[in-house]
T-cell receptor
Framework: LAKTTQPISMDSYEGQEVNITCSHN???????ITWYQQFPSQGPRFIIQ???TKVTNEVASLFIPADRKSSTLSLPRVSLSDTAVYYC???????????????FGQGTTLQVKP | DSGVTQTPKHLITATGQRVTLRCSPR?????VYWYQQSLDQGLQFLIH???????AKGNILERFSAQQFPDLHSELNLSSLELGDSALYFC??????????????FGQGTRLTVV
């Protein structure tokens, strides 16, 4: 899996838009980019996944530039309940040299303040 | 609710003992991943099974072993337990199919306390 780099922590205030950027310079052609959210003492929860350009769902948007060497998770109008750790993962489909490992980095701890 | 069930939710045991953690994946998912998360630490990948076969190993100790059964549930066995094995243990399942193997669904975890 491609190595990812994210900020260790970020602070924000309620109602603001938060953008968390992940660098993945060695992303391979077949790799997808996936973001997870984890609250204390809970299992990570899948947020969004994309391959290129922009993906949006009811929770977040994912922006991926043309070179795909980075991606940005955008959380609109955060609330206190968005305080969590956010992980960026990059991985390849099965049957394309996938090692079968799903590796999480240290993630970004987002603290939303009132 | 992710659809992944882990039992038990909490487990307290003594050093030197052996425990078994159980994971039932979502219906239709063939992959099961196991992770260890110590206090204030990241998620450490332990092992991945796909349709009953071991697919990949992470930094899993020799005292730990896992298996996936024909009905696709999985068990993680931890033996000769040490204080440092106290942690949250998560399993995750993932659906088959190309292109989505980084999309996984996590259970609520088993909190293991070794005293």
């Amino acid at each position: 899996l491609a190595k990812t780099t994210q900020p260790i922590s970020m602070d924000s205030y309620e109602g603001q838009e938060v953008n968390i950027t992940c660098s993945h310079n060695n992303i391979a052609t077949n790799d997808y980019i996936t973001w997870y959210q984890q609250f204390p003492s809970q299992g990570p929860r899948f947020i969004i996944q994309g391959y290129k350009t922009k993906v949006t769902n009811e929770v977040a948007s994912l922006f991926i530039p043309a070179d795909r060497k980075s991606s940005t998770l955008s959380l609109p109008r955060v609330s206190l309940s968005d305080t969590a750790v956010y992980y960026c993962l990059v991985g390849s489909p099965k049957g394309s040299g996938n090692t079968g490992k799903l590796i999480f980095g240290q993630g970004t701890t987002l603290q939303v303040k009132p | 609710d992710s659809g992944v069930t882990q039992t038990p939710k909490h487990l307290i045991t003594a050093t030197g003992q052996r425990v078994t953690l159980r994971c039932s994946p979502r219906s239709g998912d063939l992959s099961v991943y196991w992770y260890q998360q110590s206090l204030d630490q990241g998620l450490q990948f332990l092992i991945h099974y796909y349709n009953g076969e071991e697919r990949a190993k992470g930094n899993i100790l020799e005292r730990f072993s896992a298996q996936q059964f024909p009905d696709l549930h999985s068990e993680l066995n931890l033996s000769s337990l040490e204080l440092g094995d106290s942690a949250l243990y998560f399993c995750a399942s993932a659906p088959p199919g190309a292109g989505r193997n980084t999309e996984a669904f996590f259970g609520q975890g088993t909190r293991l306390t070794v005293v």
